[in-house]
C-alpha cells in the first residue's frame, strides 16, 4: 500500500497507529517533508534512490516474508532488546515453515558440508585486559555456523565475568562474514527446537549486554550475521572497500541474528525495512552516512 504524503499535516490522524499495527501489508510513505510525522509513522519511506516498483517486485516476490518483517519492524520502538529477539527468533522460525522458504531451499543445490579438523571457529587471545575475539573460518569466508556461534559465547562470557575487559570483535581472512552457513540451514530438529536453541544461545543477547565495551572490526563482506551482530557494538569501523548486505528476504526469511534489533537502533526501522526488501548492497561511505558504522579505517 502507497500512501501520498506530499500534502500530509504535521499531526498524525487518529487511529492510524492502531490501524497501521495490524495491518497484513507493507505501508509505504511517497512524499512529504523530512520529520513529517505520517510519512515516518508508515513502514518505510521512499527516497530518490529507491522506486515504488522496486519495492512492489521485491514484495510480490516474497509477501509473507516482506509483510512479516514489515510487521514486526512496526513494534522497534517498543521492546527491549530482549524482547525483540524474542519476537524476531518466532518470526524467523514461522517463516522456516512457510512456502517461501521452502521454495528458496528446493532451487538451491546443497553445498558439501565443510570440514575444518583442528581449526577453532573463534580465535581468543587476552592482552591484559583487552580481549580479542577473531572469526577464523577464512576458508569459507567465515560463515555463520554453531561452532561459531558457540566459540561467540564462550569468548563473551569472559567479558561478560570481568567489567574490565575490552573485547575487539574481527574476522580472519578476505570477508569479516559472509553469513549463515547454508550447510547448516534445515539441520535442526524442526523451526520450533531452533526457535527455543535461539533463546538459550543468543549471541546478539550477549553482545548487546556488554556493548559498551565493544568494538567490531569489519571488513570485505558483511552477510547477513555478518552485519546485525556488529551493529550491536558501541562502536564499528570498517575497512575501505567493505559491503553490507541482508539477503534473507530474498531466502523467505527474515534477518534471524538479532538484525531486527540491532540495524534499526542505528539507521532506524524504515532504512532496515528497505534495505531488507531490495537486498542493496551499502558500500562503506552510506553505511557511515547512515549511521551503520562509526569509522572508515585509514588505508
Given at each position: 500500500?502507497?500512501?501520498?504524503?506530499?500534502r500530509?499535516s504535521?499531526?498524525?490522524?487518529?487511529?492510524?497507529?492502531?490501524?497501521?499495527?495490524?495491518?497484513?501489508?507493507?505501508?509505504?510513505?511517497?512524499?512529504?517533508?523530512?520529520?513529517?510525522?505520517?510519512?515516518?509513522?508508515?513502514?518505510?519511506?521512499?527516497?530518490?534512490?529507491?522506486?515504488?516498483?522496486?519495492?512492489?517486485?521485491?514484495?510480490?516476490?516474497?509477501?509473507?516474508?516482506?509483510?512479516?518483517?514489515?510487521?514486526?519492524?512496526?513494534?522497534?520502538?517498543?521492546?527491549?532488546?530482549?524482547e525483540?529477539?524474542?519476537?524476531e527468533?518466532?518470526?524467523?522460525?514461522?517463516?522456516?515453515?512457510?512456502?517461501e522458504?521452502?521454495?528458496?531451499?528446493?532451487?538451491?543445490?546443497?553445498?558439501?558440508?565443510?570440514?575444518?579438523?583442528?581449526?577453532?571457529?573463534?580465535?581468543?587471545?587476552?592482552?591484559g585486559?583487552?580481549?580479542?575475539?577473531?572469526?577464523?573460518?577464512?576458508?569459507?569466508?567465515?560463515?555463520?555456523?554453531?561452532?561459531?556461534?558457540d566459540?561467540?559465547?564462550?569468548?563473551?562470557?569472559?567479558?561478560?565475568?570481568?567489567?574490565?575487559v575490552?573485547?575487539?570483535?574481527?574476522?580472519?581472512?578476505?570477508a569479516?562474514?559472509?553469513?549463515?552457513?547454508?550447510?547448516e540451514?534445515?539441520?535442526?530438529?524442526?523451526?520450533?527446537?531452533?526457535?527455543?536453541?535461539?533463546?538459550?544461545r543468543?549471541?546478539?543477547?550477549?553482545?548487546?549486554?556488554i556493548?559498551?565495551?565493544?568494538?567490531?572490526?569489519?571488513?570485505?563482506?558483511?552477510?547477513g550475521?555478518g552485519?546485525?551482530?556488529?551493529?550491536?557494538?558501541?562502536?564499528?569501523?570498517?575497512?575501505?572497500?567493505?559491503?553490507?548486505?541482508?539477503?534473507?528476504?530474498?531466502?523467505?526469511?527474515?534477518?534471524?541474528?538479532?538484525?531486527?534489533?540491532?540495524?534499526?537502533?542505528?539507521?532506524?526501522?524504515?532504512?532496515?525495512?528497505?534495505?531488507?526488501?531490495?537486498g542493496?548492497?551499502?558500500?562503506?561511505?552510506?553505511?557511515?552516512?547512515?549511521?551503520?558504522?562509526?569509522?572508515?579505517?585509514?588505508?
Amino acid at each position: 500500500m502507497a500512501v501520498d504524503c506530499s500534502r500530509s499535516s504535521a499531526a498524525v490522524p487518529d487511529g492510524v497507529e492502531h490501524l497501521l499495527a495490524g495491518l497484513p501489508v507493507v505501508v509505504l510513505a511517497l512524499g512529504g517533508p523530512a520529520g513529517d510525522a505520517l510519512a515516518d509513522t508508515l513502514d518505510a519511506r521512499l527516497d530518490d534512490d529507491v522506486t515504488l516498483g522496486a519495492v512492489q517486485e521485491a514484495v510480490q516476490a516474497n509477501p509473507q516474508a516482506a509483510v512479516a518483517l514489515a510487521a514486526h519492524l512496526r513494534g522497534h520502538g517498543h521492546r527491549s532488546i530482549g524482547e525483540g529477539l524474542v519476537a524476531e527468533s518466532a518470526t524467523y522460525s514461522l517463516l522456516q515453515s512457510g512456502p517461501e522458504y521452502e521454495r528458496w531451499r528446493s532451487h538451491r543445490l546443497p553445498p558439501a558440508a565443510s570440514v575444518e579438523p583442528g581449526a577453532e571457529a573463534v580465535a581468543v587471545e587476552r592482552t591484559g585486559n583487552d580481549l580479542a575475539v577473531t572469526l577464523n573460518r577464512p576458508d569459507q569466508r567465515n560463515a555463520f555456523n554453531a561452532a561459531m556461534r558457540d566459540g561467540l559465547l564462550a569468548a563473551l562470557d569472559v567479558a561478560m565475568a570481568d567489567p574490565d575487559v575490552r573485547v575487539v570483535l574481527s574476522g580472519h581472512g578476505p570477508a569479516f562474514c559472509s553469513g549463515g552457513d547454508l550447510t547448516e540451514f534445515g539441520t535442526s530438529a524442526d523451526p520450533a527446537t531452533a526457535h527455543i536453541v535461539r533463546l538459550r544461545r543468543n549471541v546478539g543477547l550477549a553482545l548487546a549486554a556488554i556493548a559498551d565495551r565493544v568494538e567490531a572490526r569489519v571488513h570485505g563482506a558483511c552477510v547477513g550475521a555478518g552485519v546485525e551482530l556488529p551493529a550491536f557494538a558501541h562502536r564499528v569501523v570498517a575497512a575501505p572497500g567493505t559491503t553490507f548486505w541482508l539477503p534473507e528476504i530474498s531466502m523467505g526469511l527474515i534477518p534471524g541474528a538479532g538484525g531486527t534489533v540491532s540495524i534499526p537502533g542505528r539507521i532506524g526501522r524504515q532504512r532496515t525495512l528497505v534495505c531488507a526488501l531490495l537486498g542493496q548492497h551499502l558500500d562503506a561511505e552510506t553505511a557511515l552516512t547512515w549511521g551503520l558504522i562509526d569509522e572508515i579505517m585509514t588505508p
